[in-house]
């Protein structure tokens, strides 16, 4: 008997392993000539990075239809936009596809723009002979257009509506060909569009606005070659041509991502050493300063939709560097003194932290019947809900504590934000002494009316796991002041919806700033924005509306910082929302990689990091 | 025996519009446009983009392309997450799930029948109560538990401590996969990314088998042909596995067969935990991103799948017992 159960183990295992043998043979059969598996080393690569994706990667490599970070990162390898954010100053722009900063006309409505000569998309098929051709301002006009066509699904022309001048027109004439059935003309004429010479360009603007300078650094703008988009169509996305510093190698969505060197890169050369500040030239970063980039053959990315296969590959030694999952912050550091735990440092992995241009925030619908309004009352109503609201606590449970809280809703380290987080007027130290006498000079003494009817406030949050636990804490906050919170728990999108439709008398939401500028957050006050716009407290202040109008046209200042804090104190006061928080992320580096000064601000820093092969352990 | 797969082919065909139908409209409850189009959509993107989508055509039109589609086993529709068509999606993401749920299905069977036929065999003594107390206690553990402690023990813990170098055909990998046939032959990519996993599933799974297939067995010992065999003398052994064996295959094989359609579904937590890129993955993805291209085809395809193997199993029946008859 035992003999029998012996040999019909060995045929099972015989025949398992040969059924999974069949299945990837038959997975490879039904790839072929399409390119499967994972990425490897390319034959003769000397320097390699691997990195990691916290999430299923990018949706699709064509910037036109891209908006999440992935997307961002994926085309800041291989695409380029006219200005960037510098690596050793994120806050400040410099010219990446240009020969320098552009220029605006006394009245701040004509742009004037010189490309760097000699910069070239990358060699591809689309191309006569397969080799990249120079970029030139038709391309910047081209790559403008593309936001404005209806097939890429609108996605992005929040950026652009009302800024250049005719260019929605050119968006609505077009689109209406495209309905019938005329197609998109990509050769039509947008007004503020002026080609001077092969390298130079102007943009005429609808009306002065600073921040179309941040506009031109989002990767959605990316300068891309009509040849390629015309020639592989719906394909584009998967089949990047740019100028960037690397080029596509292999693509597995939710996978891996895999891009070598571009042997044609423009000249772009690392920070100089002066550029640096004295921390970071203490922590080594300005090694490579004055060398041409990137620094490194190429680079492999591996999506991880779950931490834990991230974080253990990372401590195999895999990874370049990681941003560290919640879940693992304690085995990573000290959760009280913030400093590395000691495995970790004996293995020469080192640590970063930057906090995110978060704004983190439940707001109040200023529409609402109950708590709306810019009246004392309404007014005293909100203030005492937001000091009713311990934030810190909220910080410490879900957040282990390493967010920042903040008054106002300008992020840190922008103008505009208030030094050590408080404003001169400040509602984030909870005070439940005050905020009772508040309710009362409301009309809702301890959460009553005059009829004894209990104050009842519906807060509407999405349904994930923390936005649960966030509304079960907010209502014990806020009962103590004997006001009920019910919360009302949605999927996103119908979250979204009712806000839209300005339903939800309280909401949870955040802001990730789109660019390194309070005017950003600030926009989120201003009364044409509301609901469905990204006013979505559909707060209405006219005086804030003056000068928000003030500060579109101004650069950064000492007087538009002014503004700004003025801007910021007056929104304090009215309390449209309650808040404000900024996360901070916590990134571990293997010893072996160079240059790393992770941040989400962008992501064109890639191409700085380097390698170390000797002090890879074996 | 042909009719009768005939007229069960009918029988659901309504069954099949049914699932397809109820899929549909239990997708469209909510709104799918504002997961694509983030906090900056404006009335006129969302409007583009419902129409890019579909969306904006009454659901018994949207209906009944996609059901023109599925008749003409046409999978071309793009995926609005990743813009590629669906057949193309489902056609790469079927073969890692395979390449882990066969091998598994294989050897779980195998080795619960085994220790489930050892139990019988000893029912009632000590070896027959240790089994089934250890097959109660790996159905109580979570298949979370075993997934995060298998990968972190499996795959990094005792490599770590033993000293096996990355790359070594001993170590399994952390995650990841590559085929089996990626320049040249690679057979070790399978022991490396696919055996962990595989001896997870395995782990997981027979516990419920074994004591599935026990209770079959032991049903089958009081049987009056069993009775017979002991009278007329023959060896408990002889009974076990030339009698009892095979008439219990019956319902071993209704257990299988009904296992069989999830072979091509994967494992979501597996596959996620170990990034296989199978079928399991590309669902919960399409589900979590709202692609209601991939989740519709893949509702089609497993759905029809499911019901040929219920009509599979039905004839099987019939070719292992002569006393079933289909009618």
């Known amino acids: 008997m035992w003999g029998r159960v012996v040999t019909a183990a060995a045929a099972a295992v015989a025949l398992a392993a040969g059924a999974g043998w069949l299945g990837q043979a ?5 790839q072929a000539g399409g390119g499967g598996g994972g990425g490897a080393a390319t034959a003769g690569a000397k320097k390699v990075l691997q990195m990691a994706m916290r999430t299923d990667g990018p949706k699709s490599l064509d910037p036109a239809a891209g908006s999440t970070q992935y997307d961002n990162i994926a085309c800041s390898l291989m695409y380029e936009t006219l200005v960037t954010f510098k690596y050793n100053d994120p806050k400040t722009l410099e010219p990446l596809l240009l020969a320098e ?5 006394a009245d701040g409505r004509t742009v004037s723009f010189k490309l760097k000569p000699g910069v070239r998309f990358h060699d591809d098929a689309c191309f006569p002979g397969g080799k990249g051709r120079v970029v030139t301002p038709d391309d910047v006009f081209y790559s403008i257009k593309r936001i404005a066509d209806k097939r890429n699904g609108l996605k992005n022309w929040w950026l652009l509506d009302g800024v250049i001048e005719g260019l929605d027109a050119f968006k609505d004439a077009q689109n209406a060909s495209l309905d019938a059935g005329k197609g998109f003309d990509y050769d039509a004429a947008v007004a503020g569009f002026k080609k001077i010479s092969e390298t130079e ?38 089949k990047p041509v740019g100028t960037g510093p690397f080029v596509l190698d292999k693509w597995e969505p939710k996978q891996s991502l895999a ?16 550029a640096w500040s004295r921390e970071d030239r203490r922590r080594r970063m300005d090694r490579a300063a004055g060398q041409a980039v990137p620094l490194v053959d190429r680079m492999e990315f591996t999506m991880f939709v779950q931490d834990q296969p991230m974080w253990l590959e990372f401590n195999a030694g895999k990874l370049g560097y990681i941003e560290v999952p919640n879940d693992f912050f304690e085995q990573a550091f000290d959760k009280r003194t913030r400093s590395l735990q000691p495995a970790l440092e004996s293995k020469g992995i080192t640590s970063h932290s930057d906090v995110l241009l978060d704004f983190i925030f439940t707001g109040f619908n200023m529409e609402d019947p109950v708590v709306g309004g810019l009246s004392p009352d309404r007014r005293a109503l909100r203030q005492a809900i937001h000091l009713a609201v311990d934030q810190n606590e909220i910080n410490e449970a879900l957040y282990q504590g390493i967010n920042v809280v903040y008054d106002g809703p300008i992020p840190v380290g922008l103008d505009g934000h208030p030094e050590g987080g408080k404003a001169p007027f400040s509602l984030t130290t909870p005070d439940l002494e005050r905020a009772k006498r508040l309710l009362a000079e409301a009309g809702w003494p301890n959460g009553r009316n005059a009829q004894g009817e209990q104050l009842t406030l519906r807060y509407y949050t999405s349904n994930g796991l ?37 339903k939800a008398q309280m909401f949870g939401f955040a802001w990730g700033s789109d660019y390194p500028d309070g005017e950003n957050n600030l926009a989120l006050f201003y009364g044409p924005n509301e609901s469905p716009g990204s006013n979505h407290y559909n707060y209405k202040n006219p005086a804030y509306d003056k000068l928000y109008e003030q500060i579109l046209s101004m650069a950064p200042s000492p007087e538009r910082t002014k503004i700004y804090e003025q801007m910021r104190d007056m929104v304090i006061q009215d309390t449209p929302y309650i808040g404000s928080m900024g996360r901070t992320r916590f990134y571990l580096m293997a010893p072996w990689i160079l240059n790393c000064r992770p941040t989400e601000r962008t992501w064109s820093w890639l191409k700085y990091l380097d390698v170390d092969e000797s002090k890879r352990s074996k | 025996m042909y009719a009768y797969i005939f007229r069960k082919l009918l029988y659901n065909v309504p069954v099949y519009l049914g699932i397809i139908l109820f899929v549909m409209v239990a997708l469209r409850v909510n709104d799918p446009v504002m997961a694509y189009l983030g906090k900056s959509a404006s ?6 983009m419902r129409s890019e989508m579909g969306l ?63 139990s019988a ?89 074994t004591r599935f297939y026990r209770a079959v067995m032991v049903e089958e010992c009081n049987r009056d042909y069993i009775v017979t065999a002991r009278a007329k003398g023959a060896s408990k052994p002889k009974i076990m596995f030339v009698h009892m064996l095979k008439n219990a295959m019956i319902p071993i094989i209704t257990h299988v067969m009904i296992t069989l359609p999830f072979l091509i579904t994967g494992s979501i937590v597996m596959e996620t935990y170990f990034r296989i890129p199978g079928m399991g993955q590309t669902l919960i993805t399409a589900i979590n991103s709202k692609d209601f291209p991939v989740i519709q085809a893949f509702t089609a395809v497993f759905a029809a799948i499911f019901i040929l193997t219920n009509i599979l199993t039905d004839v099987l029946y019939a070719l292992v017992d002569p006393r079933v008859r289909l009618s």
Not at chain 2, 43 to 48: C, L, N, R
Not at chain 2, 73 to 84: C, G, H, N, V
């Open chain 1, 259 to 274: 891009v070598n060197r571009n042997p044609n890169y423009h000249p772009v050369l690392y920070p100089a050493r002066e």
């Open chain 1, 101 to 105: 900063m552009p220029t605006f006309s």
């Open chain 2, 121 to 209: 065999y000893w029912r009632g003594t000590l070896t027959d109560r240790t089994l089934m107390f250890a097959a109660v206690l790996g159905m109580s553990v979570s298949l979370l538990v075993y997934v995060v402690l298998g990968q972190y023990f499996g795959a990094y813990w005792l490599p770590e401590k033993l000293g096996i170098p990355d790359g070594s055909p001993l170590r399994f990998a952390i995650s990841g996969y590559e085929p089996v046939v990626a320049e040249g032959l690679r057979p070790d990519n399978w022991l490396r990314y696919c055996l962990l996993p595989v001896i997870i599933t395995v782990v997981l799974t027979i516990g419920y088998d």
């Open chain 1, 201 to 238: 360009f102007t943009i005429r603007l609808n009306k002065p606005v600073y921040r179309f300078l941040y506009t031109l650094a989002q990767f959605q703008l990316s300068v891309v070659p009509r040849e390629a988009v015309e020639k592989y169509g719906k394909d584009f996305g998967f």
């Open chain 2, 56 to 118: 904006d055509r009454p659901l018994i039109s949207q209906y009944g392309t996609f059901l023109g589609r599925v008749v003409t086993l046409d999978f071309s529709e793009r995926s609005w997450e990743q813009k590629r068509p669906v057949g193309d999606i489902l056609g790469r993401a079927v073969w890692p799930s395979l390449a882990i749920t066969v091998p598994a299905l294989i050897l779980s069977t195998l080795t619960a029948i085994s220790i489930a036929l050892l």
């Open chain 1, 466 to 502: 923390q936005q649960q636990q966030m509304s079960e804490l907010y209502k014990r906050q806020i009962e103590r002041l004997g006001v009920k919170l019910e919360p009302v728990l949605l999927d996103f999108s119908t979250l979204i919806e009712n806000v839209n439709n300005k």
């Open chain 2, 43 to 48: 009335p006129e993107s969302i409007a583009a």
């Open chain 1, 26 to 30: 038959g997975e490879a059969a039904a």
